[in-house]
Structures are given as structure tokens and as C-alpha cells.
């Protein structure tokens, strides 16, 4: 049997492979964050596509920190109902899901909670500020609103929860030195600069206890002159260590438009063969945190050789399962043809216009086919 379809365990939690549903925006959610159906419908048909964890879309965990419409919500309780039915379907069809906990920061959505965006640090464009600086207090508030976001995760039924401090959210914006201009305690070296994504993962695991699954989401790096860079990923991922993280999932890039790299505009990578290797080889030197590794993954055989060779201990897809939900399945049963996946990110329009995430190019395939179907047959 191939390595990637091994049983592993992480803190109590058994998966079935070593395949991971990477978090996207799915743009499925009510208006104000409630889960539905259609996005219940998309995790449990991923748990019967083989999907051996899925993480769910990025999930706000205060209506400060929404980061678009039709995004879901932990915010409060009333967020439970729908959350506890996702959750159960997944577990209907045999698969693990956790709750990826979010906070936009200064790239929340203007005006939707009636207050200005807060980061790090004081934002400013064309002269005018766009984000200001937060308070001890309001760092204090948002490290309490995961804690909280973890507690209802957990009592929700989800198998695990992910923090996600990458592509220039809030915890991605203390960890970068582009963002984070403080000059207190908060800012400055590492040590500092990685203060709130530590007291969160510390109060989130305080919120569910020694037993539960607590992961993160962190940058290889920003692809940003003096951002957020390898060596300051490689320190971030000692310190969470210590800290009793169970698992780290490496990405790379920011929403910045400065960004040489951006998440947006990423095609397949050379030979299908992954963005972030040489980042995870040497994490995997130094760590001995469970990784997860995720960008331009398209072959099996690529994932194979990755994972064999001791650079990642999962592969994450997050495009690729847009594609073919059931992808893990059709590789395990000795179909390996790469994915479907042509990474045009077309598959996100249709969410930012609120009828959600899905492959344009796939359908558009599927109606050329069709026709010509008809046409042969008429």
C-alpha cells in the first residue's frame, strides 16, 4: 500500500491517509455566517471522496474580523445548529473535519460591523488610514474570541480546530515586519512579533484541553521584500512546538498586492511538484511537528515522493478538490492521471458573486462534451 494512504494519528485523531482538505472561501455561507446546506453538502461529499481530513472554509471568530460576504461564522452560539450538522455529515460518511478559526484584521470587510478595520499597526492609503492600530485590549478581545470560536468548534462535534495565521490575516500581519511596525511588546523580533499567535494557540488549547487537536496555518514565507521570511517561519515553528501545537500546514504569500508570489495568481508549479519544498525540508531538519504541505500539488506521484522522502507528513489540495471532490478516491483505486485541476482560479469567482465556489472549467469541459455528444447521436 502506498504511503499516502497509511492510517496516522494526531493527538487522538485517526485519519485515514494523508490527504488534507486545505481551507479556501467557499462563499456558501447565509449573510450573516451561518452554515447551509449547500456547504454541508460540499464537506461530506469531500469525506466520501476520501478526503483523510477536511478543514473547512476560513471562519470568523468576531464580526469585526469577517473577511468577505457569504463567509461562515463562530462568532456566537447561534453559529451551533449549522456547524453541528456539517459536522455530522462528514462523520456519516467516515471522515474528520476541523473548523479553521480566522480574524481578517486590516483586510476585514469596511463597514460590515460598523467599525474601521484593526491590525498590528496603522494602515494608510492615498493619506487616509484604512486601518488602525490595535489596543492591548483589543488583542486581548481577539485572542478570547478564538479561545471561544475552539470552545463551540469542539462542542459542535469537529474533530479538530486550525488557527490560521497566513496569507496576511491577522495573526500573518503581527508575524510580518511589512505589517507589524509596533514598537512594544508585540513588535520587533520574532519573539515579539509571534506573541499573539502564540497567546492564541495557548488560550485555544486551554478553551478544548489536552486531548483535542489543535493545528495552525502558517506562511513559509511572504514573498514580500522584509516581510515575513523562512528563518522567521522556522523560529515561529520552534516556538510553536513548545508551545504543544499537534500539526503545522505550510503555505506561502499574503493578500498584498506587493506580494512576488501571490496565493491568487499561482498557476500549477513546474512538474506539478509543489511551491514550498525547500521551506519544508528545512522545517522537517529542524521540527519534529507533524507538517502539512500544500501548493501546486497535481500528481500522486509527486505526493508520493514528498511524503516518502521525508519532506512533508500529509499533502494538502484545496483547488485540485474544487475540481474532483472525489480525487483521493479515484488515486487510491489505481487511476493516478494527474488532477483535473488546470489552476486558473476561475473556481472562485462564482464565490465572491455569492453562488460559491466551484470548477468553470470542468463544467465548460462537460458542456463541449455533452454537445458534441448530440451532435454525433443526432
Request: with cysteine; hydrophobic share 40%.
Amino acid at each position: 500500500m502506498s504511503i499516502l494512504f497509511e492510517p496516522t494519528v494526531i493527538r487522538g485523531m485517526q485519519l485515514a491517509n494523508r490527504f488534507v482538505r486545505s481551507a479556501t472561501y467557499e462563499g456558501m455561507a447565509t449573510t450573516d455566517g451561518k452554515s447551509t446546506d449547500r456547504l454541508t453538502d460540499t464537506m461530506a461529499e469531500l469525506a466520501a471522496g476520501g478526503v483523510g481530513l477536511i478543514i473547512s472554509g476560513h471562519c470568523y471568530v468576531s464580526p469585526e474580523g469577517q473577511a468577505g460576504a457569504w463567509q461562515l461564522g463562530i462568532a456566537d452560539e447561534s453559529a451551533l445548529p449549522g456547524l453541528t450538522r456539517m459536522a455530522a455529515a462528514v462523520h456519516r460518511r467516515g471522515g474528520k473535519i476541523a473548523l479553521q478559526l480566522a480574524h481578517a484584521g486590516a483586510h476585514a470587510k469596511p463597514g460590515d460591523a460598523g467599525v474601521q478595520p484593526a491590525g498590528p499597526s496603522a494602515l494608510y492609503k492615498d493619506d487616509a488610514p484604512f486601518c488602525r492600530e490595535m489596543t492591548r485590549d483589543d488583542i486581548s478581545r481577539v485572542v478570547e474570541a478564538f479561545a471561544r470560536g475552539a470552545d463551540r468548534a469542539k462542542r459542535a462535534g469537529f474533530d479538530a480546530v486550525q488557527i490560521h495565521a497566513a496569507h496576511g490575516y491577522l495573526l500573518s500581519q503581527f508575524l510580518s515586519p511589512c505589517s507589524n511596525r509596533r514598537t512594544d511588546d508585540y513588535g520587533g523580533p520574532l519573539a515579539n512579533r509571534g506573541r499573539a499567535a502564540l497567546e492564541v494557540v495557548r488560550a485555544v488549547r486551554q478553551a478544548v484541553g489536552s486531548d483535542y487537536p489543535v493545528l495552525i496555518k502558517v506562511n513559509s514565507e511572504d514573498f514580500i521584500e522584509g516581510g515575513f521570511s523562512v528563518e522567521d517561519m522556522l523560529e515561529l515553528s520552534a516556538l510553536l512546538e513548545q508551545a504543544g501545537i499537534d500539526a503545522i500546514e505550510m503555505s506561502g504569500s499574503t493578500l498584498d498586492k506587493a506580494s512576488r508570489y501571490p496565493v491568487s495568481r499561482l498557476g500549477a508549479s513546474r512538474e506539478n511538484r509543489g511551491y514550498y519544498q525547500e521551506a519544508a525540508r528545512r522545517f522537517k531538519r529542524q521540527t519534529k511537528v507533524p507538517l502539512m504541505l500544500v501548493g501546486g500539488l497535481r500528481t500522486v506521484d509527486a505526493a508520493e515522493d514528498l511524503v516518502a522522502g521525508g519532506i512533508t507528513d500529509y499533502i494538502a489540495l484545496c483547488r485540485p478538490l474544487i475540481c474532483e471532490p472525489g480525487l483521493v478516491n479515484r488515486w487510491k483505486s489505481g487511476d493516478t492521471a494527474k488532477s483535473l485541476c488546470v489552476s486558473d482560479n476561475r473556481c472562485f469567482k462564482p464565490a465572491l458573486s455569492g453562488e460559491g465556489v466551484r470548477c468553470l472549467f470542468l463544467e465548460e469541459r462537460t458542456t463541449r462534451e455533452d454537445g458534441r455528444g448530440i451532435t454525433a447521436a443526432s
